[in-house]
């Protein structure tokens, strides 16, 4: 709940809120020349987090969409999830962003002819997103993961998670399959755990054509500047964490104990349907 309200504050249109309320208390306690600047700002910073003319060339500066070529020293290919929707018989089902990135993985997984692996551990109602993914896979494309690791809560459980059934089992080179947007942080996250990666990115913000249209403000706008800044914040603090590390005040994420995993049965196998813990003694 910590980490929402947090989150709510980094992105808009959290700030802005929140400098707009100081302009108005600054005018209340009449200091009108700082109240009106900053609900001045205020208005002027959603303009900008919802015009295509200043979102959609930084969003492109953001992502990674390289153009992926058939490379035979991959061994696996891991799909990270994404959210969820309720379809119209009221079931929920991984969302249009989680359907292209399964769609992605699972015709990599056959062009390569490698497994498929599945990671996200979001729980919703009886199924994880690794499940749904799963769900989704099979019903649209007849294809089951090899592997699915269910325990991850965030990019960063992940890769820690998803490294540790990797390096048992000597698998060091991978296809990370993810948005376009989410891709530089979640190809450094799992780089950091060892793993060499070749990046995938779904979903490429695509090029704005320079028109007048792009000065009116648009909701679509607004939603991708959110998720933009939220990839931004995601790579600062992972820069601060590794900053700290350097100067040994070990700041970052807990290493994974193996014991724990184990407990938890985050990683299984599936074979003929049926899941198996693949870490077990």
């Given at each position: 709940m910590l980490a929402d309200l947090l989150h709510e504050l980094v992105v808009p249109p959290g700030p802005l809120w929140i400098l707009a309320l100081s302009g108005v208390l600054a005018i209340a306690r009449e200091r009108h020349r700082l109240g009106h600047l900053c609900v001045a700002s205020s208005l002027i910073g959603l303009w900008l987090c919802s015009s295509p003319w200043v979102v959609y060339p930084l969003a492109q500066l953001t992502q990674s969409a390289p153009a992926v070529a058939r490379d035979p020293s991959i061994q696996l290919v891991v799909v990270l999830g994404s959210g969820t929707r309720e379809n119209a018989r009221h079931r929920i089902e991984v969302d249009a962003t989680g359907y292209n990135r399964v769609q992605e993985g699972v015709w990599q997984a056959r062009l390569l002819h490698v497994p498929l692996l599945l990671s996200d551990g979001t729980r919703h109602t009886r199924f994880?997103?690794?499940?749904?993914?799963?769900?989704?896979?099979?019903?649209?494309w007849g294809t089951l993961p090899t592997v699915l690791e269910e325990c991850s809560q965030n990019t960063q459980e992940n890769a820690s998670f998803t490294a540790l059934y990797l390096h048992r089992h000597h698998i060091h080179r991978i296809l990370l399959v993810t948005s376009a947007l989410h891709l530089p942080r979640a190809q450094a996250d799992f780089e950091r755990e060892?793993?060499?990666?070749?990046?995938?990115?779904?979903?490429?913000?695509p090029a704005w054509s320079w028109t007048w249209a792009g000065v009116v403000p648009n909701n679509t706008t607004f939603l991708l500047s959110r998720a933009m800044v939220h990839e931004w914040a995601g790579l600062l603090v992972r820069f601060l964490q590794r900053a700290a590390e350097r100067v040994g005040l070990n700041a970052g994420q807990t290493p994974v104990n193996p014991s724990t995993i184990l407990k938890k049965t985050c990683?299984?196998?599936?074979?003929?349907?049926?899941?198996?813990?693949?870490l077990s003694p």
């Open positions: 994880t997103g690794a499940q749904l993914m799963a769900r989704a896979s099979w019903a649209n060892g793993i060499d990666v070749v990046g995938d990115g779904v979903d490429p913000v990683i299984r196998e599936v074979r003929n349907g049926i899941y198996f813990d693949t």
